[in-house]
């Protein structure tokens, strides 16, 4: 029998998602992973709950959903914790996009709007960025009928940039109120734009804007894949309705609950980020390279019609960066994390060895 015969056709031409090079001995400044360690309270904080490692975790994280309503200044009934926020756009768009209805997100951004698109079986509607920038204006125009859900990276990844509040204030005025707005905010802690929006303020006036945040960055907690949504109580009560019971680990819970205690302890290490990707835009600017001003902790650069293979390039000398074109970029650009700085130091060599 042959199997792939048997698979759902809308699955059998899905691309599977490739995660960033890890290789030994090379700088790995290609999964916009925070280079710094987790913090020692919530590297304790997993180490005692393995204790209960063979418990079930609490369904729905009650712990850290109660930790985040004080963040936030919400209720309870407003916040959903995930297996990342990977798992969270999967809900969404498993919950309200029905098989003839469409989602609007930019190209290039985050792969997981598409692919989950084309898990749900339902159209995708992928609006190029201008000038690195998500275009809101041709996402407004690319909005019809069978509109369902639109998502806004911001900033947004791979290019860095961001939709500031005027943009953002435009696009919603006069969008229909029966269209889901999802603000994945991913790099929000590495955002110092005056103009950048406030999601969570919008909230109070159009109850369809969602907002996905991430432990996987500021917090250097990647590995225990958490995040959480803020939401209409409706929208909440759904994914809960949807999820997998224990959808996020004792441990997962644990750091996501510890790393919020020591928050404020975390900003040194989001503004040496900051300052680096500073250091590192200027030098790519020095070669010759297209590199916008950067929100979040990595960098976008396009060699325009250099036909380097930077990835290549770089990683014979020992640094690992990201080809664009999973993304959905049809140049020769590339997405670089800003690093140690001593890692930044290495890209900074091997750059000028390759480009200068």
Do not use: W
């Not at 498993?94 to 469409?102: G, I, K, L, P, S």
């Not at 985050?110 to 809101?136: E, N, P």
């Not at 069978?146 to 961001?162: A, E, G």
């Not at 080809?323 to 800003?338: C, D, E, K, V």
Request: glycine share 6%; net charge negative.
């Amino acid at each position: 029998m042959d199997i792939e015969k048997l698979v759902r056709r809308h699955l059998r031409d899905i691309m599977i998602y490739e995660p960033g090079i890890d290789e030994e001995g090379h700088a790995k400044l290609s999964s916009n992973e925070n280079p710094m360690a987790p913090h020692p309270h919530v590297v304790e904080a997993v180490m005692n709950m393995l204790k209960d490692a063979n418990r079930y975790p609490p369904s729905g994280s009650p712990e850290l959903v109660a930790a985040l309503t004080e963040k936030y200044g919400v209720t309870a009934q407003e916040i959903m914790v995930g297996n990342g926020t990977n798992e969270i756009i999967d809900l969404l768009v498993r919950a309200f996009v029905h098989e003839d209805e469409n989602v609007i997100y930019p190209v290039p951004s985050f792969i997981v709007y598409g692919l989950v698109c084309k898990q749900c079986d339902v159209s995708g509607v992928g609006i190029d960025c201008k000038a690195y920038r998500l275009d809101m204006p041709a996402m407004r125009a690319a909005v019809n009928d069978k509109t369902r859900m639109v998502f806004i990276c911001n900033p947004n990844n791979p290019t860095s940039t961001y939709t500031t509040a005027s943009e953002l204030d435009e696009f919603l005025n006069g969008l229909p109120e029966d269209i889901l707005v999802v603000m994945d905010e991913a790099y929000y802690d590495y955002v110092d734009a005056k103009d950048y929006p406030d999601s969570l303020a919008l909230r109070k006036h159009r109850n369809t804007i969602i907002v996905l945040r991430t432990f996987s960055k500021f917090y250097s907690l990647a590995a225990v894949r958490i995040g959480y949504a803020i939401a209409d109580p409706a929208v909440i009560k759904t994914l809960h309705q949807i999820r997998q019971p224990f959808n996020v680990n004792r441990v997962a819970q644990a750091a996501g609950l510890a790393a919020l205690e020591v928050a404020d302890e975390l900003r040194p290490m989001a503004r040496e980020t900051i300052e680096e990707r500073g250091r590192v835009r200027e030098v790519m600017l020095s070669l010759g390279l297209e590199c916008p001003v950067s929100q979040a902790n990595f960098v976008f650069v396009d060699l325009g019609d250099r036909t380097t293979d930077l990835f290549q390039e770089m990683y014979d000398r020992g640094v690992v960066v990201r080809r664009m074109g999973q993304f959905g970029s049809s140049r020769n650009t590339y997405r670089i994390t800003i690093g140690t700085v001593e890692e930044n130091n290495r890209l900074i060599t091997a750059a000028r060895a390759i480009l200068g």
